[in-house]
Structures are given as C-alpha cells and as structure tokens.
C-alpha cells in the first residue's frame, strides 16, 4: 500500500518518517516550497521538525495531484484548515487517515465530518493518541488508537503502519478517537494555567481528573464510547499534554497563567496550538447540547482577555457537586 501524506508540520513528517520505515517510498505534500526543498535535498524538515534526519524515500511535493500515485492518503494539516486542503484534493475514492485534532470553526465539524462531506466516496479512519511528533520520529515507543468503522480497513492500515514501536490499537469508534484528541487540546492550555500561575501540583491532578470527567460527558453525548475516552486517543493524550511543555496547548497556557495577553502568545506563531481554535466551538456546541463544561467555558474566558484571578474564583465557586461524570 503506497502512501501520501498531506500536510509537512512536525506530526505530519513524522508520520512520514514513520510510513517510510523498511526504506518504502512516501509521497509527503508540504504547503511551504522551502519544507519541500529542505525534505528533498538534505532531508531533514527544518522548519516544523529540525533535528530529525529523515528517509531518503520520503519525496516532498507542493503538487497536491502528485498524491495521485497513493493507495492511502494521511491527512495532518491543521482542523481549521483541512476542508480547504481537501477541497483541493483531487482523492476519488481513496481512504482517508484523519490526523488533525480539532473541531472545526463556525460549521462546529469534526474532521471526519468534514472529510465525508468533501470527499463522500473516502472510507475514512481516525489515527489519535499520545504522540509528540518528535519521539515518534526518532523512533521511541508509541501507543496509538486507529479507529475505523470498516474493520478489515483499519486491520490493513494498521498492517501498513504499525511497528514495534508504533503500536496501533484497533477500534470501530471514529468520532470517540476524534474527540478525545479534540477536547484534550483544550485541557491541556487549561493545565498549562495552572504550571504557568504556579497553582500546584494537586490543582494539575483535579484539573486532569475533572477534564477528563467533561470530556466523558461531551464524547457521550456526541456517540463516542466511555472505553475510547478512556483509552489512547482520550486519557492517554489528556495525561501527556497536561504534563509537558513540549505540548503547544500546554506552553499556551503557561504563557496565560503567566499572564501574558493570547493576542501575544498567538500572534506571529508558525506551529499551531489547536486548542485556541477548538476551545469557542467546543463551548459553542456544549452550550446547544446543554453539557456543563467549566474547563472549557474558563479556558475560554482566559483566551479573551479575562483576568486569571476572576475566572479562578468562577471555578473555585461552583457549586459543589457529586462526582459521577
Ligand atoms: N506535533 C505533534 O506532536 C502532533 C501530534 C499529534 C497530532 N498533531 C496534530 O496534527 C495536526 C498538524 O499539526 P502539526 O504539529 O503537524 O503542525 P505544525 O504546528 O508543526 O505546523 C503547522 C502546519 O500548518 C500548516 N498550515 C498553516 N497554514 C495553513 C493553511 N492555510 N493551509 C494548510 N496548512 C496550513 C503548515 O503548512 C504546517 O504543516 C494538528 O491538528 C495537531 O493537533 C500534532
Ligand atoms: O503540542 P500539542 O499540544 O499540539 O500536542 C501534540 C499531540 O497532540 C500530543 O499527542
């Protein structure tokens, strides 16, 4: 199975890195004709993944029609931005890997709503879980959900994919995979807050668990199963993006828990922290599915302008409640 992959970010060229592990040939499309360069002559993609010598069977392209060769296509750019770049596509009815994690802006999609709508013909299949870009690509043991509702399709995309140490774990659960990598996202600036406001340890760990808890409730309601939620593509990568300042979602948060205005922290930014998108549609669609989300509603707040102070003693004064989710 040849594949391509649209989109040369940090994750997508990993994955690249990845799908070309034997020396079998990708096909990566890069929006950036200087990534294509770089890929293609010294291998190394500079501006999204510096440090990382690549395969020399990984070829960069910015044509989208040279995908036109692939049996698969791993779609990894941003949420924002995938009905675009697929719109562009010409896919016919090839499968489609969704690798984005976010929820889109104004329409309130998920990617694979997007993807369906766009390209109808595509089975499509969600690849979600606890992965910096930069691990998998050098190679450190990785756990990933590949959720697919057709399940001999995802047993040969994982066939293709999968390695000793990229572990797929199969699931028929798409939109579960798909909010899980969603709805951390916006967890994860919230828990950057509390590092960057120095507001301990102990508040770090009821934010995970209490995240966790929103995120169980807006997955529910939307058809995702609890076992998805709890698993890779949901706690796995709520856990790893709540403790780590090699998250973007994270370092975002730190820099507003540091006070520091958003406008200042996402003007200018060429690497993207799709929590900041995510987090209004989310509460959007919340709202309209009448599902409590303080986390969310408080990341929110944060992201446009209010003090730190306020929205804590908002969250310090709810009511207390009962545990259950
Ligand atoms: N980096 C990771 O470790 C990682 C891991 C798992 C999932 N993801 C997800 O993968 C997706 C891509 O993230 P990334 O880290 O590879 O990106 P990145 O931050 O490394 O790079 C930004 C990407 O956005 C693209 N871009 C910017 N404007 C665009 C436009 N108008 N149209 C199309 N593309 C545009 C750039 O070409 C580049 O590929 C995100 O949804 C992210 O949440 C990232
Ligand atoms: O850097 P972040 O916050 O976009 O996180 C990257 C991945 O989603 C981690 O699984």
Request: net charge negative; glycine share 8%.
């Given at each position: 199975m040849k594949l391509g992959v649209i989109g040369a970010g940090a994750w997508g060229t990993a994955l690249a890195q990845v799908a070309a592990r034997g020396d079998a040939p990708v096909t990566l499309w890069a929006r950036e004709p200087d990534v294509v360069s770089a890929i293609n002559d010294i291998h190394e993609n500079t501006g999204f993944l510096p440090g990382v010598?690549?395969?020399?069977?990984?070829?960069?392209?910015?044509?989208?029609?040279?995908?036109?060769?692939?049996?698969?296509?791993?779609?990894?750019?941003?949420?924002?931005?995938?009905?675009?770049?697929?719109?562009?596509?010409?896919?016919?009815?090839?499968?489609?890997i969704l690798c984005?994690?976010?929820?889109?802006?104004?329409?309130?999609?998920?990617?694979?709503?997007?993807?369906?709508?766009?390209?109808?013909?595509?089975?499509?299949?969600?690849?979600?879980?606890?992965?910096?870009?930069?691990?998998?690509?050098?190679?450190?043991?990785?756990?990933?959900?590949?959720?697919?509702?057709?399940?001999?399709?995802?047993?040969?995309?994982?066939?293709?994919?999968?390695?000793?140490?990229?572990?797929?774990?199969?699931?028929t659960d798409v939109i579960g995979a798909e909010i899980g990598g969603a709805v951390k996202n916006v967890l994860a600036i919230a828990c950057g807050v509390v590092e960057g406001a120095g507001l301990g340890l102990n508040a770090r760990a009821a934010l995970i668990a209490r995240g966790f808890a929103e995120m169980t409730r807006f997955g529910l309601a939307r058809g995702a199963r609890a076992e998805t939620l709890a698993g890779l593509a949901g706690l796995g990568d709520l856990v790893l993006t709540c403790s780590s300042t090699n998250s973007r979602?994270?370092?975002?948060?730190?820099?507003?828990?540091?006070?520091?205005?958003?406008?200042?922290?996402?003007?200018?930014?060429?690497?993207?922290?799709?929590?900041?998108?995510?987090?209004?549609?989310?509460?959007?669609?919340?709202?309209?599915?009448?599902?409590?989300?303080?986390?969310?509603?408080?990341?929110?707040?944060?992201?446009?302008g209010a003090p730190l102070d306020a929205v804590m003693d908002a969250l310090l004064q709810r009511p207390l409640r009962h545990e259950g989710v």
């Open positions: 010598r690549l395969s020399p069977t990984i070829r960069a392209t910015d044509r989208l029609d040279d995908l036109a060769i692939c049996d698969a296509l791993l779609i990894v750019v941003p949420a924002q931005h995938v009905r675009s770049v697929l719109e562009q596509s010409d896919i016919g009815d090839k499968p489609l984005a994690k976010g929820i889109e802006a104004g329409t309130k999609r998920l990617v694979s709503d997007i993807a369906g709508e766009v390209h109808p013909q595509s089975p499509l299949a969600v690849l979600s879980g606890p992965t910096f870009a930069h691990e998998v690509a050098a190679g450190l043991p990785t756990a990933v959900t590949l959720a697919c509702a057709d399940e001999s399709l995802g047993a040969a995309l994982s066939d293709r994919i999968a390695s000793a140490t990229f572990r797929t774990y199969a699931s979602n994270f370092s975002l948060g730190v820099g507003l828990g540091q006070g520091i205005a958003a406008s200042a922290l996402l003007s200018d930014r060429k690497t993207v922290a799709e929590g900041a998108a995510t987090a209004p549609v989310l509460r959007e669609a919340a709202h309209e599915a009448g599902i409590e989300m303080p986390l969310t509603e408080a990341v929110c707040a944060l992201l446009d």
